[in-house]
């Protein structure tokens, strides 16, 4: 059975408006209901006789004057220089869903003793902490808000605007019966629980602009969605992972990866939240002029004093908040990173060039497609196959016609230091001669319908079934399944694509899951929805892990995302269009994802859908070779468009573009390894770098790579010239000429032939590059660097190289070597600086006089320190402390 999907614009009509979702209807009602009403006053206050501080948390009781309902409240001070909230019911009917922080944190972050409770003051509780004392809280009682500062300026506030709104679980018939069924295109809902949603307004007092909140083709700065300018939206931005067809640009709706994490800036002040909440979420913004915290006499912003207001609305589960306070946004990503986990460290192939079309379609195919890369003196890495491969869309086989030798196939791709990829979707087609299936289905791996039968749905092989990720026994079950013995056909230098994983299901309401089919531990789908994706990437993750015997980093491409994802590996921006407008939001769309803490992204270069003309191709493959994530992909009915085909001098350019990218590969992996240690991502938005300079802080169609290049990718047809923003008093040089560019905050015009990727060199950074291209990474890894050291205006430049062999995580520290202490400790611990309060005790020697070291060193001083197997790995970021 071959499914195929004809081409049509996006169907607006097969996705849910906040209208269409009864709880966004009622949430927003609700808001309206209070900003049209000045004397309305929040019901819900917080009991000032069952607050109690200890150990690092504030815990007391909420009270709902209007139905005497009560919550708990839980305010952590946490040792990552966050906060974080969370409310839940305090006699629920039944558990809420709250196992998200399972799927999306490293661990649950530990409360610091680092605070000081503030004197009192009636109808309020006020704690600082963190940094030196530098950070606030005010609990404000009756009625119940929050506000945190930063050097006593407000920064993120909680129900300022009184919209809180927790939907306690009811029995049925306690309310009207509309609360407990929906029906969406013919499709119903049943709702077992009834109405249970959560709505809470959070403000950046005195900031304009907020980012974040992935996955949307929309803008960098977020757009308003309510009663505001022109350009405003009218709906809020959804997060609920979805398979949009055809998805238009510039708007809210949802696409296929979800991260609630969203960061304001302003000069001198970011602040960030992460809305830790796997059920839909939807998200509406307003700007105010409204100063109510007197922001504009401390910030010196006269009248202009804006507020952004948002209001996040989710369907379930319970209120799990985490603020960050900055005040840089490398502090935030720091933080944000330290509690969901940096981006894991990617093999040196994976950051390179890969080929793929659905479908290369056989193995001669992918030979030729292999040796045209080698004739046209173009550098590749990687050959993708897509479902077509499969025997009948059964993932892990092969068709045996089409692919009779897929381990030939492999090695002899291999033996040009290249690697394969193959997709595995989690739809598993309903045969019981697919191995997968009738292991799962006997195993009992399989999510149940809500009639408790196993779910059957359609996709890509007709009929299928989904494995539950979310239980821990699938995981174990599937991570076996990547082993060389398990995935017939496979060779070591074959990695992993998991598409489809939101997941699409062409049978299902909005082409995913009925929210009231059932998952592990009874957990309704509708709480977890947004971490089905997550979740088949960890298990897949673990699969390549398990296949060397975890010396070797996975490489897996995922389309699905939520926070947390960064641990797993790649994502890219789905079925994009093979047109000039496409080519531009790919900017913004990466900035966003990447600055919410998932930096190992791309977009489908050339465009998925139909066939771009050649000067569309060049300038697409220039940008994709100055984003993180770079993949050609079409789709099955498009022309074919390996690089050679556009014929001169198109495939010049495309071979210049894809040779600069090679060239820069020691620049992109030492990024990658600063990222997988900090958190930063690695294009940079104009504010990321100049953090004061407000003119940048839209600018959405140009980037820093690292802090070290400025990239204005060429977005139009027919554009040879192009302005550029140069921000602060810095030098530029021109990447191909070198000539001089002063910037001090000017737009400059500067040449854009269609040869030419407008890059620029910020000065006072040094560059390292290789300029023997050979025909893959793998063949560059010994060659000598080159180093462009540009001079800033104070005469300076520094940089960093990061190298190691490129493929394993176990290049081990055999020994660590103290010199120079006047003092034996009287322990030493090490620690993973992603969990700094996991300390392991090390064994060591002090002062051995005669002990050997190596052939030249044997010890004639006391004052040496010597740690043998420290068992810590050199692409770790560790902490030895004593
Ligand atoms: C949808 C993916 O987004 C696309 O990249 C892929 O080619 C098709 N599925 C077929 O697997």
């Known amino acids: 059975m071959h499914f195929k999907r004809t ?86 009917l039944k558990p809420r869903y709250d196992e998200v922080k399972n799927f999306a944190l490293v661990n649950e972050p530990s409360n610091t003793l680092d605070y000081t409770v503030l004197p009192s003051q009636d109808g309020l509780t006020s704690i600082s902490f963190g940094k030196e004392g530098k950070q606030k809280v005010f609990v404000y009682h009756s009625p119940f808000r929050v506000e945190f500062l930063f050097n006593d300026v407000p920064v993120v506030t909680l129900n300022d605007r009184g919209i809180f709104n927790f939907e306690h679980l009811r029995k049925k018939g306690d309310s009207s019966p509309s609360l407990w069924e929906e029906t969406f295109n013919g499709k119903v809902d049943s709702k077992p629980n009834g109405p249970e949603s959560i709505g809470l307004d959070i403000s950046f007092p005195g900031f304009s602009h907020v980012y974040g909140i992935p996955e949307h083709a929309s803008t960098l700065s977020l757009k308003e969605t309510r009663g505001g300018s022109e350009s405003a939206y009218t709906e809020p931005y959804r997060l609920y992972n979805l398979d949009v067809f055809e998805y238009e640009l510039d708007n809210p709706m949802s696409l296929y990866g979800s991260i609630p994490f969203m960061m304001a800036h302003r000069k001198g002040a970011s ?50 908040i985490f603020i960050f306070l900055g005040p840089t946004t490398s502090d935030i990503h720091y933080q944000y990173g330290l509690l969901t986990g940096f981006t894991t460290m990617p093999q040196y192939f994976a950051i390179a060039y890969h080929q793929c079309r659905w479908n290369y379609l056989n193995q001669d195919d992918v030979f030729e497609v292999d040796e045209g890369f080698d004739k046209y003196d173009i550098p590749y890495d990687v050959i993708w196959l897509d479902i077509e491969h499969t025997d009948n869309k059964k993932y892990t086989t092969w068709d045996n016609v089409k692919f009779s030798d897929p381990i030939k196939m492999q090695n002899n791709i291999a033996f040009k230091g290249r690697k394969m990829v193959t997709i595995v979707d989690p739809h598993l087609k309903r045969d019981d001669n697919f191995i997968l299936y009738k292991e799962a289905l006997d195993l009992d791996l399989f999510i149940k319908g809500s009639d408790g039968q196993v779910y059957d749905a359609w996709c890509w092989p007709g009929s299928s079934s989904w494995p539950d990720f979310t239980n821990p026994k699938t995981c174990e079950w599937w991570s076996k399944k990547f082993t060389l013995d398990q995935y017939k056909g496979s060779t070591e230098s074959l990695f992993i694509w998991n598409d489809m994983n939101e997941p ?14 059932i998952q592990h531990n009874g957990w309704e789908h509708r709480d977890l929805h947004n971490i089905y994706g997550l979740s088949f990437h960890a298990a897949t993750f673990s699969g390549l892990l398990n296949r060397k015997n975890s010396s070797h980093r996975p490489f897996i491409l995922s389309r699905s995302f939520f926070a947390g994802s960064q641990r797993y590996g790649a994502i890219w921006t789905g079925d994009n269009m093979a047109k000039w407008d496409h080519l531009a939001i790919s900017s913004p769309m990466l900035l966003t994802i990447g ?23 060049v300038r697409w493959y220039q940008a994709g070779a100055f984003q993180p994530f770079f993949r050609a992909h079409a789709h099955i009915d498009t022309k074919r468009r390996e ?43 104009m504010f990321e770098v100049y953090p004061d300079e407000e003119k940048g802080f839209a600018i ?101 190289l990061y190298l190691d062999d490129g493929e394993t995580s176990v290049l081990r520290v055999e020994r660590i070597i103290f010199i120079g202490l006047d003092k034996k400790p009287s322990k030493i611990f090490a620690y993973n600086n992603s969990n700094p309060s996991i300390k392991r005790e090390l064994e060591f020697k002090f002062g051995g006089i005669g002990t050997t070291i190596n052939t030249f060193t044997t010890l004639s001083s006391k004052d040496v320190l010597v740690i043998k197997d420290p068992k810590l790995f050199i692409t770790e970021d560790w902490t030895v402390q004593f």
């Open 7 to 92: 081409l049509s614009a996006v169907k607006r009509e097969d996705f849910k408006t906040c209208a269409d979702s009864s709880f966004c209807q009622r949430n927003r009602a609700y808001a309206d209901k209070i900003s049209n009403n000045s004397s309305f006053v929040s019901p819900y206050n917080l009991i000032e006789n069952s607050i109690i501080i200890k150990d690092g948390v504030l815990s007391g009781e909420i009270i709902n004057i209007e139905n005497d309902l009560h919550f708990i409240l839980e305010l952590n001070l946490l040792t990552i220089d966050a906060a974080r909230i969370r409310i839940n019911e305090k006699y629920p």
């Open 271 to 320: 602040a960030a939240i992460l809305w830790l909440n796997s059920a839909e979420t939807w998200i509406d913004i307003t700007k105010s002029k409204e100063d109510k915290h007197g922001l504009s006499s401390f910030l010196n912003f006269g009248k202009s004093t804006i507020t952004t207001n948002t209001h996040w609305i989710s369907e379930s589960g319970i209120i799990d």
């Open 504 to 517: 699409s299901v062409f049978s299902g309401p909005e082409i995913t899951f009925p929210k009231d089919i």
């Open 595 to 617: 600055i919410s803490g998932l930096p190992f992204s791309g977009a489908d270069v050339g465009g998925f859908f139909g066939n771009p003309e050649p000067e569309l191709l």
């Open 643 to 685: 690089p050679w085909l556009s014929g001169s001098p198109y495939t010049e350019y495309i071979r210049d573009a894809i040779r600069e990218r090679y060239a820069l590969l020691p620049l992109w992996y030492t990024l990658f390894y600063e990222t997988s240690i900090t958190g930063k991502p690695i294009i940079r938005p």
């Open 700 to 800: 959405e169609d140009q980037y820093f790579v690292g802090d070290s290049l400025l990239v204005k990718p060429v977005v139009n047809q027919g554009q040879t010239s192009i302005e550029v923003y140069f921000s602060g008093d810095e030098i530029y040089y021109d990447y191909y000429n070198f000539q001089r560019i002063q910037g001090s905050n000017k737009v400059v015009k500067v040449d854009a032939p269609l040869n030419k990727i407008p890059v620029f060199i910020h000065g006072g950074s040094i560059i390292p590059r290789r300029q023997r291209i050979r025909r893959s990474s793998s063949g560059m890894r010994l060659d000598p660097f080159t180093l462009l050291i540009a001079i800033n205006n104070k005469g300076e430049a520094n940089g960093t």
